[in-house]
């Protein structure tokens, strides 16, 4: 169990043990140590594992036995929750695995101004560790049944979504919505369907699909080249798990992918500041009218900047590379104000992109086309250690043996390590390896002159990565 990139992550077995109210207390202490008030209210949200509803049992079993008052909102979108909470004023806790494997799940956590930041993240971590032998997990009290506000909180995302755009803004589009399990599959439906769009809905799953908007498969993309023909659609959409990750496809099936998506809604809301990773495409630069900072990746690093850079007036928009977008400052057009919800949304992005496609008449390939950013390429290793990972990073970290793990693409001429290695080649090719802060995976990103030459160096750096974990690699 250890926090990643956007909450705390392990194998669900673990967490259906002790582990869940144990990170719960911790959580709890927290929030009673930055001064919310006892007896408060904690909105309590998950996603559509199997394992998720007895967590969130554990889980609000937890918060009353620490003074506070779980609310349930059932199956939920995560921004979806958040935006609820924060309206109230309140902390909330999302049980999700978002978008990793099927036998892994997670929490993440929000104090009453949004996200846990990554000190709250570091004296969580201490306090489980202090207590983590002498801890019981407490029992529900019997015959206990908390509060339910899950229309309540839907309705409020859906009431922002519909804001988005103005009426009828997407008539004459013929969408797809790939549901799987995502928990806002339907909900996506209902906001197209209202807006004017003809909705198709898809691949509905009865056992759970995690889709990586960062690194969706070959099946994932052949299925959607399929939908595209069959059913003559102009786009279709859809989210990872809790949806605070877009997956958008255009009319040939193509991934949009999630940097281009970013982008997309940072024009759509006439940004003045741009936060994203360090793994974002080098692409996205002033060069489009907005300033750009850059961070490590995950969600704290960059409401962290987002929070540094707001100026008074601005509209200041974050997004990562998994096409989650941030909003850090309040946002008015057509005489609706959308409220800043700094935290990871799939749904505002993908309004954007439809709306834009939909103003400027353009198909999704052309938009693509338009704005010219360098191809890239994203893929991962699953069940790669975090061991292995610590092992490959340090030895990469001699200069010499990074020189070398790399001589079959070139020469290095610049190495950033935000984090992990982003390498700028001679070429003017970049090749990024980072582990992922959420899994037992570890990613790389490339940058090159074709998609076919991305794919193949991701592909190849991967293969090599995996060698040196078998101690094949030779020279390394």
């Known amino acids: 169990m250890k926090f990643g990139s956007s909450g705390v992550r392990g194998l669900d077995s673990e967490l259906l043990g002790k ?16 001064q919310v008030q006892p007896n408060s209210s904690v909105f309590v949200g998950r996603d559509l594992r199997d394992s998720s509803q007895a967590i969130v049992n554990n889980c609000m079993a937890a918060l009353a036995a620490n003074g506070f ?10 921004p979806a929750l958040a935006l609820y909470a924060r309206r109230h004023g309140a902390a909330a806790l999302m049980v999700t695995g978002s978008h990793i494997p099927a036998d892994r799940n997670g929490i993440k956590f929000y104090g009453p101004n949004g996200e ?18 002498a801890y019981c997990l407490p029992p529900a009290p019997l015959g206990t049944t908390w509060p339910i506000r ?52 898809v691949g ?13 498969d070959a099946a994932t993309i052949a299925k959607l080249k399929e939908w595209v023909r069959e059913f003559n659609l102009d786009a279709i959409v859809s989210t990872d798990a809790d949806a605070d990750r877009p997956l958008i496809a255009d009319e040939n099936g ?46 704290p690093f960059v409401i962290e900047a987002m929070e540094a850079s707001h100026r008074a007036g601005s509209i200041v928009v974050g997004f990562e590379a998994n096409g989650g977008v941030l909003l850090g400052s309040d946002y008015t057009a057509n005489g609706k104000t959308l409220t800043a919800l700094p935290t990871r949304d799939s749904v505002l992005p993908i309004l ?41 990073m340090d030895r990469l970290a001699n200069l010499d043996a990074l020189h070398q793990f790399l001589a079959p693409f070139g020469t290095v001429a610049e190495v950033d390590k935000t984090d992990g290695f982003r390498v700028r080649m001679r070429t003017g090719e970049i090749i ?35 060698a040196f974990a078998s101690q094949t690699l030779e020279g390394i």
């Open 254 to 299: 193509d991934l949009f992918r999630g940097d281009l998506v970013g982008l997309a809604t940072a024009l759509f809301l006439k940004a003045d500041t741009v936060v994203t990773p360090v793994t974002s495409n080098s692409g996205i630069s002033k060069a489009f009218g907005f300033d750009v900072l850059r961070t490590k990746v995950g969600s």
């Open 150 to 201: 899950h229309e309540q909180a839907m309705a409020s995302y859906r009431e922002r979504a519909n804001d988005t755009l103005e009426p009828g803004s997407l008539s004459g589009l013929r969408l797809g919505v790939y549901r799987h399990s995502s928990v806002a599959a339907m909900l996506l439906v209902e906001i197209l369907q209202s807006l004017g769009a003809g909705v198709v809905a």
């Open 432 to 466: 990024h390896l980072r582990p992922s802060g959420n899994a037992p995976e570890l990613r790389c990103y490339s940058e090159a002159s074709s998609e076919s030459r991305a794919t193949t160096i991701v592909a190849s750096v991967l293969k090599r990565a995996q």
């Open 352 to 392: 954007a992109v439809l709306g834009t496609m939909a103003s400027t008449k353009k198909k999704l390939s052309q938009l693509r086309e338009l704005w010219k950013l360098p191809v890239c390429a994203s893929d991962r290793l699953q069940d790669f250690s975090a061991e292995s990972s610590s092992r490959l």
């Open 116 to 133: 846990i930041s990554k000190a709250d993240e570091a004296a969580i971590t201490r306090f489980v560790a202090e207590r983590s032998n």
């Open 19 to 34: 582990a869940s109210g144990l990170y719960t207390e911790a959580f709890a202490w927290r929030l009673s140590s930055s």
């Open 204 to 216: 509905k799953t009865e056992t759970f699909v995690p889709v990586d908007t960062e690194a969706v």
């Open 69 to 78: 008052q779980p609310i349930d909102c059932g199956a939920i979108p995560t």
